[in-house]
């Protein structure tokens, strides 16, 4: 979920009439720390931090950490010296996302209207599940009994009339709680909330509304319109006005796409250190090619993004001649991408290396590169990297790697996580 702001005095129980409200939102209690939490129980109840070096950001953290002020997405150096007492975790990918393809399947189970909008939170409609399984609450009650029997994790769960006030309302119910929002009090419940907490107001949105007068919901709904167009822009203006009386007529659409996939690195010191940036793309580009072959995608476009020590981002993208999901592929355009982009004699603080336009694999045609071309065995390398992924998955990921990062004794000096975040 956002971490935007909740209400202290938004009530707890908004009535239990279900009629009419059948989308639900389930998050995931601070899925990434919960789950690291499953295999180290001795560790239950101590802020637990999930990320990497001082210079990286936190993944997760344990409501224990919370209470300190720490939250997903800041400087671990930061939370470190809020909570200077937390056990730091380092984040095990793969079983976060085998733990959530398990969660995903449990919601299907219910209903195959599911839409996924990250790794740990989903919408549902349950409309066609009633006769079945019951009211909503009763769904959700059996829903949360059988993830937590099964992967030994917490879930909040909001019920209302529409996608946006069942996601206010999950996040109102955490942890490991149930919110019910009634059609009839949609919006009072929305008009005792911040204007933060509306889906889509960021800080510098709250702000902008602030600056005119407008700090909660019931502020927004009561503005002229022409006023909030002038404050946020007209689409703006409209679908925030929408959203403050509670009209979202958005459907859950199960065909959630994967638009991207890609990984990111901090280093520990900036650098300017060549031989350091191409090893980390090198590793970088071969977490993005497995998780394309893991998931059945291949990709047409390889960016790179580039953090310098002025804190500056640079992005470059390139487009491949076919799609694909080889590494090296992805490696050499992203090596090329970096190499060609002027960075003034900056040092290099964070780079990232991104697959995107993605497509299913066997629906996509392949043209042959220049490279397979020339080889007697067009299919020896993604034989070869296919083959590694099955060692990864037997032994773990750290089992095996492109022998350049394998057979490299110098350290890379850097802490590498998938571009998500756990923001439950």
């Known amino acids: 979920m956002s971490r935007a702001p909740r ?23 601070a899925f990434f720390a919960s789950v690291e939490l499953v295999g180290r129980p001795d560790l239950r109840g101590r802020p637990i931090i999930v990320g990497g070096s001082e210079r990286a950001v936190v993944l997760a953290a344990s409501y224990e950490a919370r209470a300190f002020g720490v939250h997903s997405a800041m400087p671990m150096g930061a939370a470190l010296r809020m909570c200077p007492h937390a056990i730091v975790i380092r984040p095990n990918h793969h079983e976060y996302r085998r733990v959530s393809a398990g969660v995903m399947e449990v919601l299907r189970d219910v209903t195959p209207l599911v839409e996924q909008v990250s790794v740990d939170e989903a919408f549902l409609d349950v409309s066609g599940a009633r006769r079945r399984s019951g009211p909503p609450s009763v769904i ?11 992967f030994g994790i917490t879930a909040s769960v909001g019920i209302a009339a529409s996608k946006s006030v069942a996601k206010l309302a999950s996040s109102h119910a955490k942890p490991n709680g149930v919110l019910l929002v009634p059609r009839a009090a949609t919006v009072d419940f929305l008009h005792s909330l911040p204007v933060g907490a509306l889906w889509g107001v960021g800080e510098k949105t709250a702000d902008t509304l602030a600056r005119w007068g407008i700090r909660t919901v019931e502020d927004l709904a009561r503005t002229d319109p022409m006023t909030l167009q002038r404050a946020v822009g ?49 590793a970088l580009a071969d977490q993005c090619g497995s998780r394309l072959r893991e998931r059945g995608f291949s990709a047409r476009t390889v960016a790179v993004k580039i953090r310098t020590e002025d804190f500056r981002t ?19 355009t992203a ?13 290099v603080r964070l780079i990232g290396v991104r697959a ?56 890379v000096g850097a802490t590498t996580a998938p571009a998500q975040r756990d923001l439950s």
């Open 335 to 347: 090596r090329t991408l970096v190499a060609g982009t002027d960075l003034h004699g900056l040092r």
């Open 314 to 332: 640079l992005s470059r993208a390139a487009t491949l001649d076919s799609p694909t999901d080889v590494s090296r592929e992805i490696y050499l």
């Open 7 to 29: 209400s202290s005095t938004a009530y707890r129980d908004w009535g239990s009439d279900e009629s009419g409200c059948s989308i639900m939102h389930i998050d995931m209690d």
């Open 140 to 150: 959700a009650a059996e829903l949360r009994r059988r993830i937590e029997s099964r």
């Open 234 to 282: 007209v689409a703006g203006g409209r679908h925030l006005m929408d959203l403050a009386w509670g009209r979202d007529p958005r459907p859950v659409e199960p065909r959630h796409e994967e638009k991207s996939i890609g990984a990111e690195t901090t280093f520990v010191e900036d650098t300017a250190d060549s031989a350091l940036i191409d090893a980390r793309i090198l």
């Open 356 to 411: 995107e336009n993605l497509e299913v694999t066997e629906d996509s045609p392949r043209q042959l590169t220049l490279e397979e071309a020339v080889l007697e065995d067009h299919g020896a390398r993604r034989e070869a990297e296919r083959a590694l992924d099955e060692v990864r998955h037997r032994f773990g990921r750290s089992a095996l790697g492109p022998a350049a990062l394998v057979a490299s004794s110098r350290p």
